[in-house]
C-alpha cells in the first residue's frame, strides 16, 4: 500500500467518496469503503518506532523486519 494511502486526503476522499461513490449509485452497486488508519494511536506509535529505530545508532535494528547487525 502506497504511504499517501494510509490517511485519507483530498484526492482520495474526492476519488473514492465522490466519484465511485456516485458512479456506484448510478450502476445500483452497493460500495463500502474501508476506513485507512490516518491517526490510530497504535499506528502512529508503530511510525515513531521505526522512524527512532532507523535514526538510532544502537544495534541490532529489528522492528520492521530490518535486522542490521
Known sequence: MP?????????VIYDLDTEAAALCREL??????A????VQ????SMIRELVLERTSDQQPRTLGRLVRV
Open 41 to 44: 494511536p497504535a499506528f502512529v
Open 28 to 33: 445500483g452497486v452497493n460500495m463500502v469503503r
Open 35 to 38: 476506513s485507512t488508519v490516518g
Open 3 to 11: 504511504i499517501g494511502f494510509l490517511s485519507d486526503h483530498m484526492e
